[in-house]
């Protein structure tokens, strides 16, 4: 997913853990889950709503989602819901993401190996 | 910008830039759908929102800027495009021939056998047919793998200059080709570099013959050798003519 420019570069793999955890929960298509994804962050991160197609696309290619054309409030949409593949990659995405987050606030308040250099 | 114009000019980006047709198309529809839906939840059909609904969306060359990106993180061929349009078209050729040489040694040997075994007498249709037969031994593997080079680089929207490379790389390869075939036991003589050549075989003895494969150029080069060289180039031509006139088509339909 193209991030607007208010989005720092580092987010990157960020959408794909985002896309995979919320359809995860539930089978939706594209514009819902755009909107899902921006009731789920508070709007905090802005994302390019047409950039979340191609991810999705490239997420069906490798598996890790399934689409399938369903009526949805009378319209037929094209419904993405987590492939066991991408059930998979999610614990795997879920485990690292906290890795680092724990890394990062760990050498951003400071640890114990970050004091004792700067001592 | 309207809906509509934001998707013509999405389409035309995604055009441009040798997407599919069939993914233009499903994007295209699941875009148009999007902002349907945008509408539907504003309650509102106002020319003005019609016209500002698009900024969420992004630019179309924004959006087509990520789908091609995406689009090409999918395919092996645009990630490794050194492997795939240099690397793999050579040994794809290495192969081919080798497959070509073993077909026709078999194919030799069964006629041999359908023949009674004495090859006193090649069957004139083969003789006929043979110097044609030799070359498209040749040729068929340097068609193939152009053709399939082409088709690769079509489907992972890559451009043309990975395929016309690899294109090249195959007509120089494939013009220094040779294929040189002397069967014996022809009432009309042998054939040599697909020529007859007077040869008498002792009576009473099998037919023998040779096949050699080897690389070669001169300053004239064979018949054979020219059309070798020129059926590469001559896809890649047909695959970028194919190329622009369907984005063309594509963008007009649009």
């Given amino acids: 997913m193209a991030l607007r420019k208010s989005n720092p570069a580092f987010l990157n793999g960020v959408p794909e853990l985002l896309i995979l955890e919320l359809l995860s929960r539930r089978p939706m298509h594209g514009y819902e889950l755009v909107q899902t994804i921006r009731a789920a962050t508070d709007g905090s991160l802005e994302f390019g709503e047409g950039c979340v197609y191609p991810i999705l696309h490239r997420l069906e290619s490798d598996k890790l989602l399934a689409a399938s054309k369903e009526t949805v409030s009378g319209r037929v949409r094209l419904v993405y819901r987590v492939a066991p593949k991408g059930k998979a990659q999610l614990a795997d995405s879920v485990s690292a993401w906290r890795r680092v987050v724990t890394a990062i606030d760990t050498a951003l308040e400071g640890g114990a190996h970050g004091r004792a250099a700067v001592a | ?254």
């Fill in chain 2, 1 to 254: 910008m309207d809906a509509q114009q934001w998707l013509n000019q999405l389409r035309a980006a995604l055009s441009r830039q040798n997407l599919p047709p069939f993914y233009v198309e499903r994007f295209v529809t699941e875009l148009s759908d999007h902002i349907t839906d945008s509408l539907e939840d504003r309650m509102s059909t106002d020319a003005k929102d019609l016209r500002h609904f698009t900024s969420p969306l992004g630019t179309p060359a924004a959006v087509a800027a990520a789908a091609i990106g995406e689009f090409r993180k999918r395919r092996f061929s645009s990630r490794h495009p050194v492997l795939m349009f240099v690397v793999l078209p050579i040994l794809s050729l290495a192969v081919g021939w080798i497959a070509a040489v073993l077909l026709f040694v078999l194919g030799a040997q069964a006629i041999v056998w359908l023949n009674g075994g004495s090859g006193e007498r090649w069957p004139q249709w083969l003789i006929a047919i043979f110097p044609v037969l030799t070359g498209a031994f040749v040729l068929s593997p340097i068609a193939l793998v152009a053709a399939l080079v082409c088709r690769v680089a079509g489907r992972a929207a890559i451009g043309w200059k990975w395929p016309l490379g690899a294109c090249v790389i195959l007509a120089l390869i494939g013009g220094a080709a040779l294929f040189d075939v002397k069967m014996t036991g022809v009432d009309r003589g042998v054939l040599h570099g697909t020529q007859f050549h007077e040869a008498n075989n002792p009576p009473g003895t099998p037919p023998n013959g040779s096949l050699a494969f080897g690389f070669g150029v001169n300053t004239h080069p064979r018949p054979w050798q020219v059309v070798q060289f020129s059926v590469p180039l001559a896809i890649c031509g047909l695959f970028v003519w194919r190329q622009s006139s369907q984005r063309r088509q594509h963008v007009l339909a649009g």
